[in-house]
C-alpha cells in the first residue's frame, strides 16, 4: 500500500515498490522507506531484483533465456590485470541504463545548431557578471532553449503510465554531472520560472554537491527532460539513453567553427551538434526532427525563446 505521491515519487527514482518493506500503518509504504530503499542500494547493504537477476549472467549463466552465458575468461593468462570494484553510483545507474535499453525503442535524431551569435552573447555576459563570481554555460541556454521546444512539442514533456500517457505542466530539466564516481543526473526545476543567471548559479551549485557526493534524491527526481553534453570533452554525435519514466533526451558535443554558405559566400559560423533520443512508443520521426529544427532554430536566434 502506497499513496499516489508515493508512487510518482518511486516511478522517478526508479524504484520497485513491491520490494520496499512499508514501516506506515498496516505495512503503507513511506517517502522515507523509499529512500532508505535507495540508500540501501548505493551503500551495497541491498539488491533489487534486477540486480540479483544479472547474478547468474556474471557467474557464467544467463539471466535471460536463449541468450548464451556471459564469457568466463581467465584474463590473467594473456597478461597483467587489475581488478576493481565498480563505485556503487555505476551499480545503480548500471542497472536504469540497462533497463532502459532493454525496454525504451531508442532512436536518435542528429541535427546542427549554429550557435555564432549565441556564444558571442554568452561571452559578453559573462564579462558583464565577472566580479559577480556566477559563469554562464551554453548548457544553461540550452536548458531555456529545451522548455520553449518542450512548450511548442508537449508529447516530449510526458512519461508514460500503463496506456496512458502523462503530459506535465511543469519544466523540470536534468543536466548530466561527471563526477569522480559516475554521471549522476540534477535536475533544474521550474526552469520555465528561472534565467539565465539563476539557472547558472543553481547548475553550478547542484553539479559541486554532485562531485562531493551530497545530492539527495530529491534534487535528482521529477526531471521531464535531460541534457548530456560532451561539450567540455569533444566528440562529434552520440546516443544518449534516454533517462525513464521521461520519454526524449538531448546530446550535445563540442562546437566547432565551420564554413557555411550564406548566400554569397561561405562564412565561418560556431556549429553545435545535437543528438536527440526519443521514446517511439510516444514520439514519430517527422515529431522529433522538428523538435530539433525548433530547438536549432531557437539556439540560432536566442529572441524566439520569448514567442
Known amino acids: 500500500h502506497a499513496s499516489p505521491s508515493v508512487r510518482r515519487y518511486a516511478r522517478e527514482l526508479g524504484v520497485p515498490l ?44 544467463s539471466a535471460l533465456p536463449g541468450l548464451l552465458p556471459w564469457p ?9 590485470v587489475e581488478r576493481r570494484d565498480l563505485s556503487r ?12 535499453w532493454v525496454v ?18 554568452r561571452v559578453q555576459l559573462n564579462k558583464e557578471h565577472e566580479k559577480s563570481g556566477v559563469k554562464v554555460t551554453m548548457l544553461a541556454f540550452l536548458i531555456k532553449a529545451t522548455v520553449a521546444a518542450l512548450k511548442k512539442f508537449p508529447e516530449f514533456n510526458a512519461s508514460l503510465d500503463g496506456e496512458q500517457l502523462v ?6 530539466i536534468g543536466f548530466a554531472a561527471d563526477t569522480p564516481n559516475g554521471l549522476m543526473v ?15 548559479q543553481e547548475m553550478s551549485d547542484l553539479a559541486k554537491k554532485a ?24 566528440g562529434r554525435y552520440f546516443t544518449p539513453i534516454i533517462n525513464a519514466p521521461e520519454v526524449a533526451i538531448l546530446g550535445v558535443c563540442r562546437s566547432t567553427t565551420e564554413p557555411r554558405w550564406d548566400g554569397k559566400a561561405f562564412a565561418p559560423r560556431l556549429i553545435l551538434p545535437l543528438s ?16 530539433n529544427a525548433y530547438l536549432a532554430g531557437i539556439l540560432a536566434d536566442f529572441r524566439r525563446v520569448l514567442l
Open 167 to 172: 503530459l506535465k505542466q511543469y519544466f523540470h
Open 18 to 61: 513491491d520490494e520496499v518493506k512499508g514501516s506506515g500503518p498496516k505495512g503503507r509504504i513511506t517517502q522515507d522507506d523509499v529512500q532508505g530503499f535507495v540508500k540501501g542500494v548505493l551503500s551495497g547493504a541491498q539488491q533489487t531484483a534486477a540486480q540479483k537477476a544479472r547474478a547468474p549472467a556474471a557467474a557464467g549463466g
Open 186 to 200: 540534477p535536475v533544474i526545476k521550474d526552469a520555465d520560472r528561472k534565467g539565465i543567471i539563476e539557472i547558472s
Open 276 to 291: 536527440l533520443s526519443w521514446d517511439h512508443r510516444v514520439i514519430d520521426g517527422a515529431a522529433a526532427a522538428r523538435f
Open 211 to 234: 562531485r562531493d557526493g551530497k545530492l539527495s534524491p530529491a534534487e535528482m527526481s521529477g526531471g521531464c527532460f535531460s541534457i548530456s553534453s560532451l561539450g567540455g570533452i569533444g
Open 89 to 100: 553510483i555505476k551499480k545503480i545507474s548500471g542497472a536504469n541504463l540497462h533497463r532502459n
Open 72 to 80: 568466463q575468461v581467465d584474463f590473467a593468462k594473456f597478461g597483467p
Open 104 to 121: 525504451i525503442p531508442h532512436v536518435t535524431n542528429h541535427d546542427d545548431a549554429d550557435i555564432t551569435e549565441l556564444e558571442a552573447f
